[in-house]
């Protein structure tokens, strides 16, 4: 392989690097709170708001359920608008993170539903507050799931990276598709498959052992 | 010995007064509308163990859960130190709640945090400084007996330990109530022992009022000094616990004394036990006696006053809220004769006696 497209194997595992950790951060970053707001706005729960919940639940889910290549072309107009441009690494971002949002708020809200109701209970009868709830023993609580679920969104995100690549998108996709498949280069495509498959072990064994490292259920020693 | 009188605490003496409290929960979804509390007035002494016993389901835990706020009382009111609890906002919640401990089932402690930092919660949520919160937390720790436990977290403790963190915690912010919801119910018969000695000390030497409710009769037995019996929602016996115990009134209070060992008949004579005599039948009596009368040598009295052979079916002597208390169940022959000479006895001596029937 020439080192020309070597250097280009490199460029695009950044690129798809780039996308994933963007998407990843601001996804999760509006995700988190709508999980929280889904998991706790029941009715009788810290936030009250039976209608909203179903409203948002709906929203999440339709957004769920539409197929991502679907999204990409969907909101060509709303990633014009944000980014100036409809392809590129930089375009690609942005369905990315849409599909991030409702994918990280459902694992959120999962993580959180399975705390025991003893603990909001027992910390109610401290005196606490919802919000000292969601911080002090909600979020704490569940860092071990909360953990896993960035793991999934991240390596759900390397496997969308790869999709937009087929739109133009950048990254290692998109390597894959113009050299490997469409110049016939099969060795090319080995590699992106390879480095596709390296990262998101890489990230599975970094999360499962952070999430492992946080997890203060069982005995240890 | 008689039953003295009960009389309840005076409102100024009391911690908690529930007044003609009811709970009513509306029908939603699929589970129909229930009354799971029915006007229950009820007052519970500053500095007294006061137990709440009744069957699953009784309406125990709702009743628990309005002395701070948890649940709110469809009808009536619940006075916490004066205090209307079902009149305060969210904000007068919280603070009430700062001054009742809590104490539950399955200890709900934090799995996060170390045994000091789910002490420390509390006290992070009424907003103490660190400094202030690791002075306050060491003494505690000491009380429970786990202060070389500190760093650990709370898979890394038994059943016991846990709960003694759960009542450290729910002592941290100083409350002058301790509410305690089946707090020995997911403990051995010995750690239970243990807990509720550490809840009689810490009643004793800080002046804690501790209000709790079990299903257990040994629990109540062990610790209390009033307790109140609920049943289906309603309150169907009160009183100093020694006299509930020594005379249970209602059925529901004999039933769930029945599960106490010497007060269990052996199944061969409760299964051959008839209601009425016949000749040559004998009476199956339980004898109750307690204070100087459970000192004496009673049996070898009865034997020589009755004359007759005197089986003993079973017995013990225990003690209730620190008074010594024996029951035993005998069986003599059931002539007019032998009674009679029995009852003499009874009367003298001043033993409280319940014909369970007749054995041939
Ligand atoms: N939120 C609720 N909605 C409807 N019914 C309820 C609710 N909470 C409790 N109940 C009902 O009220 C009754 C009393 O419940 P409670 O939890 O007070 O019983 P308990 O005496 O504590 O029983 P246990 O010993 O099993 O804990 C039960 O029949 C229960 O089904
Ligand atoms: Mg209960």
């Given at each position: 392989m020439s080192p020309d497209l070597l250097l280009r194997i490199g460029s695009a595992t950044l690129d798809t690097l780039y996308m994933v950790a963007i998407a990843g951060l601001i996804g999760s970053l509006i995700g988190l709170p709508i999980g929280i707001f889904l998991a706790t706005s029941g009715k009788?729960?810290?936030?009250?708001?039976?209608?909203?919940?179903?409203?948002?639940?709906?929203?999440?889910?339709?957004?769920?359920?539409?197929?991502?290549i679907i999204l990409v072309v969907a909101i060509i107009p709303f990633t014009r608008l944000i980014t100036g441009t409809s392809i590129g690494t930089k375009a690609a971002i942005v369905?990315?993170?849409?599909?991030?949002?409702?994918?990280?708020?459902?694992?959120?809200?999962?993580?959180?539903?399975?705390?025991?109701?003893?603990?909001?209970?027992?910390?109610?009868?401290m005196g606490a507050t919802p919000m000292q709830i969601v911080f002090k023993v909600l979020l704490a609580e569940a860092r071990p799931a909360l953990t896993l679920a960035l793991t999934m969104t991240i390596v759900s995100l390397i496997g969308?990276?790869?999709?937009?690549?087929?739109?133009?998108?950048?990254?290692?996709?998109?390597?894959?598709?113009?050299?490997?498949?469409?110049?016939?280069?099969?060795?090319?495509?080995?590699?992106?498959?390879?480095?596709?498959?390296?990262?998101?072990?890489?990230?599975?064994?970094?999360?499962?052992?952070?999430?492992?490292?946080?997890?203060?259920?069982?005995?240890k020693n | 010995m008689s039953v003295s009188a009960y009389t309840a605490p005076a409102p100024g003496d009391a911690a908690v007064i529930f007044d003609g409290v009811s709970k009513h929960f509306a029908a939603s979804g699929k589970s129909g509308a229930f009354t799971a509390l029915d006007t229950v007035s009820l007052s519970v002494g500053r500095g007294s163990i006061t137990g709440i016993i009744g069957r699953s389901g009784a309406g125990k835990s709702t009743l628990i859960r309005l002395v701070n706020g948890l649940e709110k009382p469809t009808g009536g009111t619940v006075l916490v130190d004066g205090v209307d609890v079902g009149a305060l906002d969210e904000a007068g919640l919280r603070e009430l709640r700062r001054s009742v401990g809590m104490i539950f089932q399955h200890f709900n402690l934090l799995s996060s945090r170390t045994v000091f930092g789910n002490v420390a919660l509390p006290l992070e949520i009424a907003g103490m400084d660190k400094q202030a919160i690791e002075k306050r937390v060491r003494p505690l720790l000491d009380l429970v007996g786990l202060a070389d436990k500190h760093g650990r977290y709370p898979a890394e403790l038994s059943g016991g330990q846990k709960q003694r963190i759960g009542i450290a915690r729910a002592l941290a912010t100083e409350p002058k109530l301790l509410l305690s919801d089946e707090a020995t119910s997911a403990l051995d018969p010995e750690t239970t022992q243990s807990i509720l000695e550490l809840l009689k000390r810490i009643n004793a030497d800080l002046g804690l009022t501790v209000l709790l409710i079990t299903h257990e009769m040994e629990v109540v037995k062990a610790v209390t000094s009033d307790v109140?019996?609920?049943?289906?929602?309603?309150?169907?016996?009160?009183?100093?616990?020694?006299?509930?115990?020594?005379?249970?009134?209602?059925?529901?209070?004999?039933?769930?004394?029945?599960?106490?060992?010497?007060?269990k008949l052996p199944d061969a004579v409760s299964r051959g036990l008839k209601p009425q005599a016949d000749d040559g039948d004998r009476a199956v009596v339980r004898l109750t006696f307690f204070g100087a009368a459970a000192e004496r040598p009673l049996i070898s009295q009865l034997i020589k006053s009755v004359g007759a052979e005197v089986n003993i079916i079973a017995g013990t002597i225990d003690e209730i809220g620190g008074?010594?208390?024996?029951?035993?169940?005998?069986?003599?022959?059931?002539?007019?004769?032998?009674?009679?000479?029995?009852?003499?006895?009874?009367?003298?001596?001043?033993?409280?006696?319940?014909?369970?029937?007749?054995?041939?």
């Amino acid at each position: 392989m020439s080192p020309d497209l070597l250097l280009r194997i490199g460029s695009a595992t950044l690129d798809t690097l780039y996308m994933v950790a963007i998407a990843g951060l601001i996804g999760s970053l509006i995700g988190l709170p709508i999980g929280i707001f889904l998991a706790t706005s029941g009715k009788g729960e810290l936030f009250p708001a039976p209608t909203t919940n179903r409203i948002v639940g709906l929203i999440v889910n339709a957004a769920r359920s539409t197929p991502f290549i679907i999204l990409v072309v969907a909101i060509i107009p709303f990633t014009r608008l944000i980014t100036g441009t409809s392809i590129g690494t930089k375009a690609a971002i942005v369905p990315l993170t849409i599909a991030t949002i409702p994918f990280v708020a459902r694992l959120v809200e999962a993580a959180i539903r399975e705390i025991d109701k003893g603990l909001i209970e027992a910390a109610r009868a401290m005196g606490a507050t919802p919000m000292q709830i969601v911080f002090k023993v909600l979020l704490a609580e569940a860092r071990p799931a909360l953990t896993l679920a960035l793991t999934m969104t991240i390596v759900s995100l390397i496997g969308y990276s790869a999709m937009v690549g087929a739109v133009g998108g950048g990254g290692l996709g998109d390597l894959g598709i113009r050299y490997g498949y469409q110049r016939f280069m099969p060795d090319v495509m080995l590699v992106v498959v390879i480095v596709l498959i390296v990262l998101v072990q890489l990230v599975q064994s970094a999360g499962d052992g952070l999430a492992r490292h946080f997890d203060r259920r069982s005995r240890k020693n | 010995m008689s039953v003295s009188a009960y009389t309840a605490p005076a409102p100024g003496d009391a911690a908690v007064i529930f007044d003609g409290v009811s709970k009513h929960f509306a029908a939603s979804g699929k589970s129909g509308a229930f009354t799971a509390l029915d006007t229950v007035s009820l007052s519970v002494g500053r500095g007294s163990i006061t137990g709440i016993i009744g069957r699953s389901g009784a309406g125990k835990s709702t009743l628990i859960r309005l002395v701070n706020g948890l649940e709110k009382p469809t009808g009536g009111t619940v006075l916490v130190d004066g205090v209307d609890v079902g009149a305060l906002d969210e904000a007068g919640l919280r603070e009430l709640r700062r001054s009742v401990g809590m104490i539950f089932q399955h200890f709900n402690l934090l799995s996060s945090r170390t045994v000091f930092g789910n002490v420390a919660l509390p006290l992070e949520i009424a907003g103490m400084d660190k400094q202030a919160i690791e002075k306050r937390v060491r003494p505690l720790l000491d009380l429970v007996g786990l202060a070389d436990k500190h760093g650990r977290y709370p898979a890394e403790l038994s059943g016991g330990q846990k709960q003694r963190i759960g009542i450290a915690r729910a002592l941290a912010t100083e409350p002058k109530l301790l509410l305690s919801d089946e707090a020995t119910s997911a403990l051995d018969p010995e750690t239970t022992q243990s807990i509720l000695e550490l809840l009689k000390r810490i009643n004793a030497d800080l002046g804690l009022t501790v209000l709790l409710i079990t299903h257990e009769m040994e629990v109540v037995k062990a610790v209390t000094s009033d307790v109140a019996v609920i049943d289906h929602g309603r309150i169907v016996e009160r009183g100093h616990t020694f006299d509930v115990f020594t005379h249970p009134r209602h059925e529901t209070t004999r039933a769930m004394l029945s599960g106490l060992p010497g007060s269990k008949l052996p199944d061969a004579v409760s299964r051959g036990l008839k209601p009425q005599a016949d000749d040559g039948d004998r009476a199956v009596v339980r004898l109750t006696f307690f204070g100087a009368a459970a000192e004496r040598p009673l049996i070898s009295q009865l034997i020589k006053s009755v004359g007759a052979e005197v089986n003993i079916i079973a017995g013990t002597i225990d003690e209730i809220g620190g008074r010594p208390y024996g029951s035993l169940v005998v069986a003599y022959g059931a002539d007019a004769e032998t009674a009679g000479r029995a009852e003499r006895f009874f009367t003298e001596n001043g033993l409280v006696t319940e014909v369970l029937g007749y054995v041939a």
